[in-house]
Nanobody, 124 residues
């Protein structure tokens, strides 16, 4: 069993930066792929944003965040971080940390473990 906790989040003006962290407790998740999803206001589904594999550190992100969002993991601390720069109002959403054995599985939305979510608000 893996529990994911996401402190962080907050509000920022457009062009600003925020850093989210996801820390796992319980069973180590160094072999798991970890990703960030988001659910924008009024949207029913959570959108895959960016993720990192557990095997070789492969990273895959959606086009709209390339060059702005960076994901990194510290397996010694069971932590995955999301650095978000040049934020836009369209990035406003609840951000969720998620884990599954394979990154390709995460990109299809098949998540084994979810965090509780943290709000990110970007104003004009």
């Amino acid at each position: 069993q893996v529990q994911l906790v996401e402190p962080g989040g907050g509000s920022v003006q457009a062009g600003g930066s925020l850093r989210l962290s996801c820390t796992a407790s319980g069973r180590t998740f160094s072999s798991y792929a970890v990703a960030w999803f988001r659910q924008a206001p009024g949207q029913e589904r959570r959108e895959y944003v960016i993720g990192v594999s557990g095997s070789d550190g492969t990273i895959w992100s959606i086009d709209s965040v390339k060059g702005r969002f960076t994901i990194s993991r510290d397996n010694a601390k069971n932590t995955v971080n999301l650095q978000m720069n040049s934020l836009k109002p369209g990035d406003t959403a609840v951000y969720y940390c998620a884990a599954s054995p394979l990154l390709v599985v995460l990109t299809t939305g098949r998540v084994e473990y979810w965090g509780q979510g943290t709000q990110v608000t970007v104003s004009e």
